[in-house]
């Protein structure tokens, strides 16, 4: 499966859902498939998908704040809205952390989905650790919810099995390595793209009533 | 950057901090912070503690005040609250900088998201480490250089300034649309320089 073919399954999925998604081709490509105002692209900010995402999931759940260590997972109640980061092999590398902080803070509405060449797609395709290191056992290790997914089939179905979990989801993705050719660049300002995606969450949640949508100021 | 003490511990947070750690945590609430991230540093443990004890957790973690593992982490995590109509606050140490700023130009002001960070400062009168100084003494000039606005408060001010300064530069970061930064000079006052 290409990146572009998974993007594509998960934009069809996630019209509804905020999306963050990792930098360079991986963002140019979901672009490409649909360039909606529910997805905050990160033009830079290499590693930081998982940390953004985390933060939204949190922010959206204004009925349960990140729980002390210990707490119970789940309230019974019906969860907020669900936060999903699009993320490289690369890049996660790149931030780890992220990993242990998802177990730790156990945000319940946080799905992150790997897609994972094992290269550095957007910079030459240089190697990750990816081929050696599995990065699905790291998030397991951590206290994520771990689902995997090879193909476009398998993809489709585990991405609807992780929005239905409690706690935060990581579902690893096997991608052919390589960027779609003919995609041109994202060259839109990132102000631009924060307040559309602010007004967006905004508006979903005052349609759901699952968050409250005014921004701070 | 981590300090090599930890979070403050379960029975000093129930203890009355004290005052300028405990007006640096008044003011964080102050300023409206719904989250506060924070990286361990033993000069910023008696704030730490002071807004768990304020938010009624223990052992270093409340509902609302949690660890994070590092600085650009943090810039991440509470950088994206404003994009859910929330308001988040960060703690750390100064030397924490060099992590966070690619995070903090490429996120967090790139995307005009406002944000509160509180950051003790390191390097200068009352340090012991001698290397700690070749980052620090140059925070202010770096953020500065970076166009991330920046208040420093020291020990010839009081408390109630503290606690002031810190509230204000919250509603300032909201107002300019930007992270804006408090650096803590603890040195001669009752708490921890280095």
């Keep these: 499966m290409k990146r572009i073919e998974a993007l594509e399954i998960l934009a069809a999925a996630t019209a509804a859902l905020p999306v963050v998604v990792t930098c360079a081709a991986t963002s140019r490509e979901l672009a490409a498939v649909a360039d909606r105002p529910n997805h905050l692209y990160l033009l830079d900010a290499m590693g930081l998908a998982g940390s953004v995402a985390t933060g939204v999931a949190l922010g959206l759940d204004r009925a349960r704040p990140p729980a002390a260590p210990g707490a119970p997972a789940s309230s019974g109640a019906p969860g907020p809205l669900k936060a999903v980061a699009i993320e490289g092999d690369g890049s996660l590398l790149m931030n780890p952390n992220v990993l242990p902080t998802g177990g730790f803070l156990a945000p319940r509405n946080l799905v992150m989905v790997l897609l994972d060449n094992g290269v550095y797609a957007s910079t030459a395709g240089l190697p990750t650790y990816a081929s050696r290191v599995d990065l699905g056992a790291l998030a397991g290790a951590s206290g994520w919810n771990v689902l995997r997914a090879a193909g476009p089939g398998e993809l489709g179905e585990a991405f609807g099995r992780a929005l239905e979990l409690d706690g935060p989801a990581f579902l690893h993705v096997r991608i052919e390595p390589g960027n779609a050719p003919g995609v041109p660049r994202l060259l839109e300002d990132p102000v631009v793209i924060a307040r559309r995606f602010r007004d967006w969450l905004a508006a979903r949640a005052a349609t759901s009533g699952e968050t409250a949508g005014q921004v701070a100021s | ?194």
Aim: aromatic share 8%.
């Design chain 2, 1 to 194: 950057m981590t300090s090599p003490s930890g979070p403050a511990a379960g029975p000093a947070e129930r203890q009355e901090p004290p005052p300028y750690a405990g007006a640096v945590a008044r003011g964080v609430w102050d300023a409206g912070a719904d989250l506060v991230g924070y990286v361990p540093s033993a000069s910023v443990a008696p704030v730490i503690g002071a807004l768990v004890a304020a938010d009624g957790g223990a052992d270093g973690a409340s509902a609302r005040v949690f660890p994070l593992s590092r600085e650009e982490e943090a810039m991440g995590v509470l950088g994206a609250l404003p994009l859910t109509g929330r308001f988040g606050a960060v703690v750390m140490q100064d030397n924490g900088f060099g992590n966070a700023l690619t995070a903090l130009t490429t996120f967090n002001a790139a995307y005009h998201l406002p944000l509160l960070v509180v950051a003790n400062t390191r390097g200068g009168l009352g340090e012991y480490n001698s290397m700690i100084h070749t980052l620090c003494q140059h925070v202010p000039g770096l953020l500065e250089r970076t166009g991330t606005r920046v208040f420093e408060l020291d020990r010839r001010s009081s408390p109630d300034d503290w606690r002031a300064v810190v509230g204000e530069a919250g509603a300032h970061a909201r107002m300019t649309f930007r992270p804006v930064v408090v650096l803590t000079h603890f040195w001669s006052t009752d708490g921890k320089g280095a």
